[in-house]
Every structure is written in structure tokens, then in C-alpha cells.
């Protein structure tokens, strides 16, 4: 089978422009490589088709059989993600993961929330559209009631991943201290700022792979300071220093309680959303109750540090095998899966 990867890449030279966070989600040239091995592996024929306009060139041009899909789109649009998705299904060329529709909507925290409140607790919160006034955001959070009852804040960009703009100082005291931090946000990302209550509790990960009544949990991970602070925010920092500063505890320890209850609201939440073949889906556990954060239906694949990787190898699953269980389950769904055990195109 001859299969594209969309992807982006990290630039060589990056930008001086915007925050330094820029192109955080964007993938290294290593795991394209290590994605591609794996493929070539099990005798398909791959093909890089990055993003923009070098890819379109290259499906119309020459369409692969199925693409998997890594791109997550320029810009600070909330439909960045979805614009391979939407470009594939016009030209009827499958591709892994979720759709247009759910990657978009994932990718808005304000909206993923909305959509999985039926099945999962939230936590209290309001996106304020960027450019406002101090007067305008106050009002908002008033009105919203989202400072009622809480004594601290997270506030962050609304259609970001990879933790962008995420950072130690997200954690908010004060009513000042959240009008500040909206304005920061607001001018370096332009876009939508979440404010939300912030949950002081355990930061666990779920793994999902699958689709329909065939989705399965496949781990689920804590994520731990090295050093214990119950101000702990898994941020950009903590992201980019993870081996100093965070421990993975996979599989997390948990009360059964407390992991059915986490099982049972990631489903939710991946049923809610309408995710497809892969996501990883983001909780903070308070008085034994998960909270949903976020879900991530495109998730990173690095193969040495991505949370999904770290997650998977922790629970005794390698790299080449996810790789592998995520094509089939995705293959399967787009009616290629005998193509691929043949390793020939379909």
C-alpha cells in the first residue's frame, strides 16, 4: 500500500515573530523518519507529503491510497487542524484519525468542553474573544460566575496544543492577575483566552485507541512533579524540561473508584467528540473526580518523548507495535484493511 504522512516541521531557522512557542506542536524530521520506518516495515510504500501547498501538489498530482495524517496547520485559527482532513476527504483519499469536524471542535477548548459537559465534570470556565477591554473581561467573568466559589484561575490560549502559551505563570491568584494575563494572551496569540477554574489535583493522561464499541483505553498516566508543588501546572516549561522536572507513573495509581470513574469519562469524552483511531484525553483528578482538561485526537508521536509514547511504553506497548495497532484499527475503518495484510496498493 502506498501511504502519504502529513506532517510540519519545525523550521531550521524559526521565526523571530509571535511567542517563542510558536511551532511547539510542530513535529522534528526524527519522528517523521521513525513514523516512516515502522510503515516501510510492514512493506508499504511511503510517501512524505508535508503540508500547505507542497502537499496539495503532491495528491493531486499523484494520490496515495490512504495518508496519515501529523499536520496540525499554520496559523492560530481553530481549523488549522482540520484543513488536511477536509482537503483528503474532497479528493476521497482516506487518512487516519479523526475528521474535520472533530479536530476543529477539539481544538477549541471552550467548544470540546461544551460537548463532553453531558458526560464528563468541567470545570467552570468562559472564553473571552480576544481585543477586549479590562472592563469588558470583568464584566464577562461576572456575568459567567466563573470567579464565584474558586480562589484560582488557569487562563490560556483557547486553540492551542502542546501546551502554547501555557506557562508557570497561567495560574492565577486574583482578579487582577487574570485581567493581565488575558491581555498577554490575547496580543501574543490572537485569539479566543480560556479562563477557567483551576482544578488543584492530580494531572492524569488516557490513551484511546479505536473506534465505535471497538475504542479501548489503552493506559492511562500520571503525570507528577519531581519536586511536590500543588501550584503544579504541566506547562510549556515543564514540557520542554520533562526529564528533570516530571515523573510518568504509568499505569497510574489510582483508587478503582477512582479509575473506573476516569475510564468511563475518556470514553465519554472521545464518544462525545467523535474521535476516530487515536486521542489522548486530558484530566485533573479533585476529590476523586476527573475533570476534563482537553483532548488531543492528534496527538504527538515522537517516539522518545511524547506523552501518548511514554504513555504506551509504560503500559508495555513499543513504539513500531501503537504504530501498527493504530494503522489496522484505522485501515480497517476505511475498508483498506486486506489491502494492507497484503502489503501491496489497493
Known amino acids: 500500500?502506498?501511504?502519504?504522512?502529513?506532517f510540519d516541521l519545525v523550521p531550521v531557522v524559526a521565526s523571530a515573530d509571535g511567542p517563542d512557542d510558536r511551532y511547539e506542536e510542530f513535529d522534528k524530521p526524527q519522528t517523521i523518519e521513525a513514523l516512516a520506518e515502522v510503515l516501510r516495515a510492514d512493506g508499504h510504500d511511503v510517501v512524505l507529503l508535508g503540508d500547505g501547498r507542497a502537499l496539495l501538489h503532491r495528491v493531486l498530482a499523484d494520490p496515495p491510497d490512504f495518508v496519515w495524517n501529523l499536520a496540525e496547520g499554520e496559523g492560530t485559527g481553530r481549523n488549522r487542524e482540520a484543513r488536511v482532513p477536509a482537503v483528503l476527504e474532497m479528493l476521497g483519499i482516506p487518512y487516519s484519525g479523526s475528521d474535520p469536524l472533530t479536530l476543529a471542535a477539539a481544538l477549541d477548548k471552550g467548544v470540546a468542553k461544551r460537548l463532553v459537559a453531558d458526560s464528563v465534570a468541567v470545570p467552570q470556565g468562559v472564553a473571552c474573544a480576544a481585543g477586549l477591554?479590562?472592563?469588558?473581561?470583568?464584566?464577562?467573568?461576572?456575568?459567567?460566575?466563573?470567579?464565584?466559589?474558586?480562589?484560582q484561575w488557569i487562563v490560556k490560549p483557547c486553540f492551542e496544543g502542546s501546551s502554547k502559551g501555557i506557562r508557570a505563570r497561567c495560574l492565577a491568584d486574583t482578579h487582577d492577575e487574570v485581567i493581565e494575563?488575558?491581555?498577554?494572551?490575547?496580543?501574543d496569540y490572537g485569539q479566543p483566552v480560556l479562563i477557567e477554574e483551576f482544578i488543584a489535583g492530580e494531572e492524569v493522561t488516557v490513551g484511546i485507541v479505536g473506534n465505535g464499541d471497538g475504542a479501548e483505553v489503552i493506559g492511562a498516566m500520571k503525570i507528577r512533579p519531581k519536586t511536590p508543588n500543588d501550584r503544579f501546572v504541566y506547562s510549556i516549561e515543564v514540557k520542554r524540561d520533562w526529564d528533570d522536572r516530571v515523573e510518568?507513573?504509568?499505569?497510574?495509581?489510582?483508587?478503582?473508584?477512582?479509575?473506573?470513574s476516569l475510564i468511563r469519562s475518556a470514553l465519554g469524552s472521545y464518544e462525545a467528540l467523535g474521535c476516530r483511531d487515536l486521542a489522548r484525553i486530558d484530566f485533573r483528578i479533585r476529590d476523586g473526580v476527573p475533570y476534563f482538561i482537553e483532548a488531543n485526537p492528534l496527538p504527538g508521536l515522537a517516539p522518545d518523548?511524547?506523552?501518548?509514547i511514554i504513555l504506551a511504553r509504560g503500559m508495555g506497548i513499543g513504539y513500531a507495535d501503537l504504530i501498527r495497532k493504530v494503522l489496522r484499527v484505522a485501515l480497517?475503518?476505511?475498508?483498506?484493511a486486506s489491502a494492507?495484510?497484503?502489503g501491496v496498493s489497493s
Request: hydrophobic share 35%; glycine share 6%.
Open 340 to 342: 494492507s495484510s497484503a
Open 248 to 260: 510518568y507513573q504509568t499505569p497510574a495509581q489510582l483508587a478503582p473508584s477512582v479509575m473506573t
Open 305 to 308: 518523548w511524547s506523552d501518548l
Open 133 to 151: 477591554s479590562s472592563t469588558q473581561v470583568k464584566s464577562l467573568l461576572r456575568t459567567s460566575k466563573v470567579t464565584e466559589g474558586s480562589h
Open 181 to 187: 494575563l488575558y491581555q498577554v494572551l490575547s496580543r
Open 1 to 6: 500500500m502506498r501511504i502519504g504522512i502529513a
Open 332 to 336: 480497517t475503518r476505511a475498508g483498506l
